[in-house]
């Protein structure tokens, strides 16, 4: 008797397109980990600076080999120009003003506020400047002088667990979620969708956008 093949999955292909090299380390870290429904065929990208996020979502977007395309990046500090600017044009792509609201992932002022969270619930940074964070980064993880080298960065993520992912998602619901307040972030939102095996929101949020 020939033997049955498994059933192929339908996996939702998402393409993230990560500002710099700490969001592109971390996110891989936590797709290493599996902490995300395996439902999901993830792709990330370093963009390599906030101003090369719109020109790749849009390329990537346009070109349709993908179920969701999403930004991950900061919002720097006030008067958050880049990041706004990032917004209206993807909401000018989509014809829709919500649109970067599902798709544009988000923390201020930075990305290393929601990292922190792994270990230290109770975090709160003001500005994204490294200088500021290696203090907190020292006592958690031991890294002396933390200045996102290469080193660093991977020394850092490999500190992060399941456990302490479970702690960051918990600690990231105590933040709000107005890109304009300082220590806000959607990210979490983000995560916990992905944890869902149901995939019925990737095919929300395309319906508005592309509505």
């Known amino acids: 008797m020939v033997p ?7 996996n939702k292909k998402i393409y993230i397109i990560c500002e710099g090299s700490e969001e592109y380390d971390y996110l891989n870290r936590l797709k290493i980990l599996n902490v995300w ?10 963009a390599k600076g906030n101003g090369n996020l719109y020109p790749i979502y849009q390329n990537v977007y346009q070109k349709g ?3 969701l395309v999403v930004i991950v990046c900061d919002t720097e500090k006030k008067p958050h120009e880049q990041f706004n600017d990032i917004c209206c044009k993807v909401n000018s792509l ?4 919500l649109a970067s609201q599902h798709v544009v992932m988000f923390t201020n ?6 990292i922190l969270l792994h270990w230290d619930t109770s975090v709160r940074l003001q500005t994204p ?10 006592k958690y993880t031991g890294i002396q002088d933390y200045s996102a ?4 960065r991977t020394q850092l993520v490999s500190n992060i667990t399941e456990e302490s992912y479970r702690t960051m998602m918990n600690g990231a619901k105590q933040l709000g979620m107005d890109a304009a307040l ?7 939102v983000f995560f916990a969708q992905l944890e869902q095996s149901d995939t019925n929101w990737i095919d929300e949020i395309n319906k508005l956008i592309e509505s």
């Open 4 to 10: 049955l093949l498994p059933p192929l999955k339908d």
């Open 37 to 46: 429904s395996d439902v999901y065929d993830i792709t990330l990208r370093d």
């Open 65 to 67: 080999n993908y179920d």
């Open 94 to 97: 989509h014809a829709c003003e």
């Open 109 to 114: 002022p930075c990305t290393m506020q929601v």
């Open 129 to 138: 400047s490294n200088r500021r964070s290696a203090t907190y980064i020292e």
């Open 149 to 152: 080298k290469e080193s660093q």
């Open 182 to 188: 300082i220590n806000s972030t959607n990210l979490h």
